[in-house]
């Protein structure tokens, strides 16, 4: 019965991640990789003089590692959106 039938392709994926993670050095390395790429990304903000910016405070413990929001030059439309096109 297809209503009874899992989703072998997603389970498949799903395995291969898991290898690759456990290969990867597991959820310590995994962990130590993210926090070292939003510390790069949050830096670049902190450190651009305002050119961009973030609604969440430099010492929020609620700095997100896996969506990052900023804006450009203070929430300035038109340059945000001419960075959104260039990037």
């Known amino acids: 019965n297809v209503w009874n039938t899992i989703p072998t392709f997603n389970v498949?994926?799903?395995g291969v991640m898991m290898e690759w993670l456990r290969d990867a050095?597991?959820?310590?390395?995994?962990?130590?990789?993210?926090?070292?790429?939003?510390k790069l990304i949050y830096d670049?903000?902190?450190n651009s003089n305002g050119?961009?910016?973030?609604?969440v405070d430099r010492s929020s413990p609620?700095?997100?590692?896996?969506?990052?929001p900023f804006c450009?030059?203070?929430g300035n439309e038109e340059l945000t959106n001419l960075?959104?096109?260039?990037?």
């Not at 609620?62 to 990052?68: A, D, E, G, L, T």
């Open 25 to 38: 050095g597991g959820m310590a390395a995994a962990e130590a990789v993210s926090t070292a790429k939003a």
């Open 72 to 74: 450009v030059d203070d």
């Open 51 to 55: 050119f961009f910016g973030t609604p």
């Open 12 to 14: 498949d994926v799903v």
């Open 62 to 68: 609620y700095r997100s590692r896996m969506n990052v």
């Open 44 to 46: 670049l903000i902190d």
């Open 83 to 87: 960075f959104l096109v260039e990037a």
